[in-house]
């Protein structure tokens, strides 16, 4: 089977760092992707990770750990315009790029 | 930039109605798919295609059909639209290096 967890909502502050987990179960692995998607909107890309470590772009960093089947995104220097929902997805192994997503993570940024 | 380009942003059908959803790209990418978004539910794979003609079922292909008769077209097709199929459906196309999927702006479905 395949299966990619995310928390569902988290909570932060403005100028805060958070991280946001994503673990996944799936019959093969070529990739994994992190999207944001404000209300209303399609998702926009972030970040995309193959190889174990770390990715960085700017205030949004990215983490895979393949053996654990395990990923991050972390986002510094929290803005409000960071209020949003952060959806993991991962390219199932094989010839057809099958591209499977969580349910995402609804993360609110305080004042 | 990579454009795609759903037919429609927001469309009300009877029940039992045929529907079209179109999704154009303009960057002759192979892997295009087709989701639905529900509140709670995330992104929910339709079908995809890797390749004109070719399709395979995603997570939940019960009551859709798609078409891929050219590169840069690919349809969702609902046969017999039923309230359930109430939703947003978002197609999305990955590029060539497997590194990024661009996504339509949505098409917001209402079946009465």
């Known amino acids: 089977g395949q299966n990619i967890d995310q928390p569902t909502e988290m909570t932060a502050t403005e100028g805060a760092i958070v991280q946001i987990n994503c673990t996944y179960q799936?019959?093969?692995?070529?990739?994994l992707f992190w999207y944001q998607q404000h209300a209303g909107e399609a998702p926009t890309f972030l970040s995309y990770n193959v190889l174990d470590g770390l990715e960085e772009k700017g205030r949004f960093s990215s983490f895979l750990s393949r053996s654990k089947g395990y990923s991050y995104l972390l986002l510094k220097e929290l803005q409000m315009k960071d209020s949003a929902s952060y959806l993991c997805?991962?390219?199932?192994?094989?010839?057809?790029?099958?591209?499977?997503f969580g349910t995402g993570t609804l993360l609110a940024v305080q004042p | 930039d990579v454009k795609v380009t759903q037919s429609s942003r927001y469309l009300v059908k009877r029940t039992g109605e045929k529907v079209f959803l179109e999704c154009v790209q303009d960057m002759d990418h192979e892997n295009m798919f087709w989701y639905r978004q529900d509140p709670g539910l995330g992104l929910r794979l339709i079908y995809f295609s890797y390749d004109v003609k070719m399709k395979e079922k995603g997570d939940i292909p019960e009551g859709y059909s798609v078409s891929r008769e050219k590169k840069e077209r690919f349809s969702l097709i609902l046969e017999s639209a039923s309230t359930n199929q109430t939703s947003m459906y978002l197609c999305a196309i990955l590029n060539r290096a497997n590194t990024e999927a661009f996504f339509g702006q949505g098409t917001r479905l209402t079946v009465v």
């Open positions: 799936t019959s093969g692995f070529n990739g």
């Open positions: 997805a991962v390219r199932d192994g094989g010839a057809t790029n099958k591209l499977i």
